[in-house]
């Protein structure tokens, strides 16, 4: 029993050791999480840095964190993010120059592949030649189709 005691106590201790985050302003809290919803997490990469438990992305939610109880704006911290990490830090990154790519390359290779696809068809509906059928091939195949049928009805 005494051992139970112990181990459980232990725990409490270890449990009560780990550091909290500021549960005491819960405006910074949401601050910081509509703030992430926005960063893309660099590890994860699909991830949003607020869906994200990757060591890293818990590092850079501190450092948001800590820049917004120093006062610094969205802006500031945005801009300090993306001089450090490039507009690939952005969830939703601009439409420019940079990432035109980013922007229309999907579309640019679905077009691509469409108009593709069509000049195929296109080359493939050429080489098929539809002939109607002489009075013996069609003769030829109403008997085959009397003949399976017969089999069918024995």
């Known amino acids: 029993m005494k051992k139970v005691l112990v ?3 232990l725990l409490f201790a270890l449990a009560s050791a780990t550091p909290a985050q500021d549960a005491d302003d819960p405006q910074l809290d949401q601050r910081v999480q509509t703030f992430s919803q926005e960063l893309r997490c660099l590890v994860c990469q699909n991830e949003t840095l607020a869906d994200s438990q990757a060591m890293l992305a818990m590092d ?3 450092q948001i964190r800590e820049q917004m109880k120093a006062g ?5 911290i945005l801009a300090y993010l993306t ?3 490039g507009d690939f830090v952005l969830y939703r990154p601009p439409v420019k120059k940079q ?3 980013l922007w229309f390359g999907p579309f640019i ?7 593709l696809l069509f000049r195929y068809i296109r080359s493939r509906r050429s080489q098929i030649h539809e002939e109607p059928l002489s009075a013996a ?3 030829r195949a109403l008997e085959l189709l009397r003949k399976q049928s017969g089999e069918e009805t024995i």
Do not use: V
């Open 7 to 9: 181990i459980l106590a």
């Open 60 to 62: 850079l939610k501190r």
């Open 137 to 139: 091939d069609h003769a």
């Open 109 to 115: 290779l679905l077009a691509a592949g469409l108009y």
């Open 72 to 76: 610094k704006s969205d802006n500031e």
């Open 83 to 85: 001089d450090r990490y």
């Open 99 to 101: 990432t035109y790519l």
